[in-house]
């Protein structure tokens, strides 16, 4: 099984909204990765997790919570958002022992903030 | 910082061509470097991936090259294909994470 899901797959919020992205793998990676991707744009690194620790976080606004509750899962908690933070926001995993590992991503979630 | 570059940014070929993506990077510290092919609102699918150790990847009608120290890559297609219609991603690996190309959009005509 080489599939990383994510969910939900289309998702819209008001700027006052409280809501969560989630991602799971069960490839039995330890590093999993949030990436930002705008229209027409590559995606952009967020935030890694290694052995569900935080390891990387690309300065991202605190509007922003990841959080890796165990090896399998990774969330992303969305509070008080702005327009211009809608885009896909991809998911990926890989094996963090190896710097040679490919990584893998989900198919996105895309989101709208109104 | 790296800096990946990808050229061109778009591509239109009739059906059964063969094509080379371009793909450079700025620093040569890397561990490896990716080919992803993205559908339009889609995720991103891996194609190959080409460590720095290696100069080329194959995989069906898919050949990448590295040339790590000139900063280049390279995607050969053969025999193109409508369902070959995607956006191509080269991103290289360092030891934060992956470094993504903004990509060329691939058009094959029937």
């Known amino acids: 099984d080489t599939e990383v899901t994510q969910t939900p797959k289309h998702l819209v919020m008001g700027m006052t909204n409280k809501k969560s992205l989630k991602c799971e793998q069960h490839?039995?990676?330890?590093?999993m990765y949030w990436y930002k991707q705008k229209a027409k744009k590559p995606p952009e690194l967020m935030f890694v997790?290694?052995?569900?620790?935080?390891?990387i976080n690309e300065s991202v606004p605190s509007r922003f919570s990841p959080e890796c509750p165990n090896s399998s899962l990774l969330n992303l908690h969305l509070h008080a958002l702005q327009p211009e933070d809608s885009a896909l926001y991809l998911c990926?995993?890989?094996?963090?022992?190896?710097?040679?590992?490919?990584?893998?991503f989900g198919p996105g979630t895309r989101l709208t903030v109104l | 910082k790296q800096e990946v570059t990808q050229i061109p940014a778009a591509l239109s070929v009739p059906e059964g061509e063969n094509l080379v993506l371009n793909c450079s990077f700025t620093?040569?510290?890397?561990?490896?470097l990716q080919w992803f092919r993205q559908d339009p609102g889609k995720g991103l699918t891996s194609l190959l991936l080409?460590?720095?150790?290696?100069r080329e990847q194959t995989s069906g009608r898919l050949n990448a090259s590295l040339d790590k120290s000139s900063g280049r890559s390279t995607l050969y297609i053969a025999a193109s294909q409508p369902g070959d219609s995607a956006t191509y991603l080269c991103?290289?690996?360092?030891?934060?994470?992956?470094?993504f190309g903004s990509g060329t959009r691939l058009q094959v005509q029937p």
């Open positions: 990926a995993s890989s094996h963090p022992l190896s710097n040679s590992d490919t990584q893998y």
């Open positions: 490839m039995g990676h330890r590093a």
């Open positions: 997790y290694s052995y569900e620790k935080l390891s």
């Open positions: 620093d040569s510290a890397i561990y490896n």
């Open positions: 080409i460590q720095s150790s290696q």
């Open positions: 991103a290289v690996k360092e030891w934060r994470a992956l470094t």
